[in-house]
């Protein structure tokens, strides 16, 4: 427990100063947040054609597939504020032997590598925009939701964020053999956009891949479907154990990569 309050002091000490750092140049702060609703923008064009379509998608309404896309929103700000700069970042660190002055500090190296530059901008203006999508389904819907449904639906934004983690760094291992893997973090990034809108839209082989091999559909579907009391059981398990099982998986591959790194010094 001393370990975990160390490193989430520090996280915050390292949000404080990318914070801080980005407020030096107001410009390119507003320009980021400007360039984020431009993407919201264009993301909500799927839902203007669904409302006025008005064409459920596998049994979901106009009004619970923007609950589903609100969620996606949501679940976007952690992962483009927090944590993808620096996984697109692990493999220059690599090359260049930045990594070096990671290896000698007396902090957790995943967690230094992974969490030590982040953009509030982006993070606050995803989140926002998805809660305000969240909340504009919902009361279009008029359903009720109470504190275990929020409670749920936090917890299963958490374990989603902890999947979402966990799957992009696994591919980033690989830099400690390849050195370069811009083109397979790329590759794996796209795969975010599967999530624009709800699993069902695919086949059940899609879902069911997209739900336990490689588990994209968890991160944004799961909260959506607990809030609108269509999780199945399965899935609710899944949900709970799945991101312990990829986080540990992913940490014991980087901790194994790692033996195969040569420092820039030798």
Avoid: C
């Amino acid at each position: 427990m001393k370990e975990i309050k160390k490193h989430l002091i520090l996280w915050g000490l390292l949000i404080h100063n990318s914070l801080m750092s980005q407020l030096e140049y107001r410009a390119n702060f507003f320009t980021g947040i400007a360039m984020e609703l431009g993407y919201f923008l264009a993301k909500i064009v799927y839902m203007i054609v669904i409302y006025k379509t008005g064409v459920p998608i596998n049994g979901l309404t106009p009004d619970e597939v923007l609950v589903f896309f609100g969620t996606y929103m949501i679940a976007t700000g952690p992962y483009a504020g927090l944590y993808m700069m620096n996984l697109f970042d692990v493999g220059r660190q690599v090359q260049t032997g930045d990594l070096d002055l990671l290896l000698v500090k007396p902090v957790s190296l995943q967690f230094m590598l992974t969490l030590k530059r982040s953009d509030l901008s982006i993070f606050t203006v995803d989140v926002l925009l998805g809660i305000a999508a969240v909340t504009v389904g919902l009361v279009r819907m008029a359903v009720p939701v109470g504190l275990l449904d929020m409670l749920g639906y936090l917890g299963f934004l958490l374990s989603g964020s902890l999947i979402a983690y966990s799957m992009f760094l696994l591919p980033q291992v690989l830099a400690f053999r390849l050195v370069k893997t811009n083109s397979l973090a790329g590759l794996v990034d796209s795969s975010w956009d599967f999530n624009n809108l709800p699993m069902g839209i695919y086949s059940r082989l899609v879902q069911q891949i997209g739900v336990f091999v490689l588990p994209i559909f968890v991160i944004t579907n799961f909260p959506a479907l607990f809030l609108l009391h269509k999780m199945e059981p399965l899935y609710a398990v899944w949900g709970i154990a799945g991101p312990f099982v990829w986080f540990l998986l992913t940490s014991f591959l980087f901790r194994l990569g790692l033996k195969h790194y040569q420092s820039a010094s030798s």
